[in-house]
């Protein structure tokens, strides 16, 4: 084999000069041990050797009791056993960690590592053995050890739902792990989530929604926060969650999310949106809504250059029902009037109780007379329909005013003044049907 005979040349060299073998014993390792199995009280151990535990090779004898005395004798019984079963066995190698105390009274860790060398008949007489100190070793592991204590404390101590992903070149991803939290409040358990891409967990399309936001983070590198609603087998849920990267040679290789359920607190941010801006009984935009969505049809439309309709609606007999059938009868005939409004506009459009039994109407996009008028005609006709509250018929009509933006009004305050003055001119006529507001600029 080429180089064979450089190994041959170095036994020879060290065999002729023993500052060769000093030089590879002090300057590689940190101890060397021969120990004569035939008189086992006697081993010759190198200065490094000594020194490595604090002590100087002069003021210590070559006897095996020397370092004996030293070593964690727990450690000292298990380097025996299996000193014993290589001696027995060639093939079972001789590798032990064990302890020493210091001189100055610290734990020095040593990797014990030996060889047997035998006689003719395979017997074991001498042992050949190296030290390498792994103290510095056993105190990172100690100090990774106590970190990953402590990331695990934190991880699992968490109410906050936490999970780890790792982040592939070719654009992957996949989970790690989830805490205790994100298991109980998801219902996804560890064995569930690990090693599953978005996709395999979520199905495709929720798991393209949310590896999205992953490239997101992957892009931005840096944290990003942003609100999802998942059906997860814990439920359907809203989650407001934080992606924070890891970074591994300025790339980043994992994503740590945390998730907090804001179910609770949205619904009951919905609740207080809808009690603010929808009218309590019949459930469409109440005043505030209607002047809200007004303002910016006005902003939206002069940008757009394009035109709208306002309309204002006054119930005619509403009084009559009220005082003859009671509040209650009143409300199903108010509450009815806003469904029947509703049918007779588009999505896009709003329908609004401005109170008492006055409701107002936005019309966008829409500037012409005549189609303005079909859905008045429209709405006037059905508000006149009959209708059932208990065992009563119940009657009402209807005075609309009709004012467009930008002819009878450029700001919604003008906008409203005039349909509602048109409003009061249709009512005074005690007819119904509606008018439109006439610039007299």
Not at 164 to 192: C, D, M, P, S, W
Not at 194 to 205: A, I, V, W, Y
């Amino acid at each position: 084999m080429e180089g064979i005979y450089l190994k041959d040349e170095l036994y020879a060299l060290i065999k002729k000069d023993k500052s060769i073998f000093e030089f590879i014993q002090s300057g590689s390792l940190d101890g060397i041990w021969y120990w004569d199995l035939e008189n086992p009280q006697m081993e010759w151990m190198s200065p490094k050797f000594w020194e490595t535990l604090g002590y100087s090779s002069e003021d210590k004898k070559h006897l095996v009791s020397e370092w004996q005395d030293i070593i964690f004798q727990e450690d000292l019984k298990l380097a025996i056993e299996n000193l014993k079963k290589h001696c027995a066995d060639p093939n079972y190698p001789y590798d032990q960690i064990v302890r020493y105390k210091h001189k100055n009274g610290s734990t020095v860790w040593i990797r014990c590592r030996g060889l047997a060398i035998r006689d003719e008949n395979g017997k074991a007489i001498r042992m050949l053995g190296a030290h390498t100190d792994i103290t510095d070793l056993k105190e990172i592991e100690k100090e990774i050890s106590r970190l990953t204590k402590e990331y695990e404390k934190i991880f699992n101590g968490t109410q906050d739902a936490m999970f780890l992903i790792e982040v592939f070149e070719n654009g992957e991803f996949r989970y790690v792990r989830n805490n205790l939290a994100h298991q109980n409040k998801t219902g996804i358990l560890f064995e569930q989530i690990r090693n599953k891409s978005p996709q395999d967990l979520l199905g495709q399309e929720m798991g393209d929604v949310v590896s999205e936001n992953y490239k997101k983070c992957v892009v931005a590198k840096k944290n990003i926060t942003y609100e999802e609603e998942l059906n997860l087998p814990g439920g359907e849920r809203i989650w407001s969650t934080t992606l924070t990267p890891i970074f591994e040679d300025d790339k980043v290789s994992h994503i740590v999310g945390s998730s907090t359920d804001i179910t609770d607190r949205k619904k009951l941010q919905m609740k207080l949106e809808k009690q603010a801006n929808y009218d309590q009984l019949t459930g469409i935009p109440n005043r505030r809504l209607f002047l809200e969505r007004l303002e910016r049809l006005v902003v939206e439309s002069e940008r757009d250059n394009t035109q709208f309709a306002l309309l204002f609606i006054d119930l005619d007999g509403f009084k009559y029902i009220n005082d003859k059938y009671g509040h209650e009868a009143g409300d199903e005939v108010l509450i009815t009037v806003g469904q029947r409004v509703q049918k007779c506009i588009r999505k896009s459009d709003t329908a609004a109780r401005m109170g008492g039994d006055e409701y107002s109407a936005l019309l966008r996009g829409i500037g012409d007379k005549d189609a303005i008028s079909n859905v008045v005609e429209k709405i006037h006709k059905e508000l006149q329909e009959v209708m059932y509250i208990g065992d009563n018929e119940c009657y009402v009509n209807s005075s609309i005013g009709v004012a467009i933006y930008p002819d009878n009004g450029a700001d919604s305050e003008s906008l409203l003044k005039n349909a509602d003055s048109k409003m009061y001119e249709v009512k005074k006529s005690g007819k119904g049907g509606f008018k439109f507001y006439e610039d007299k600029r």
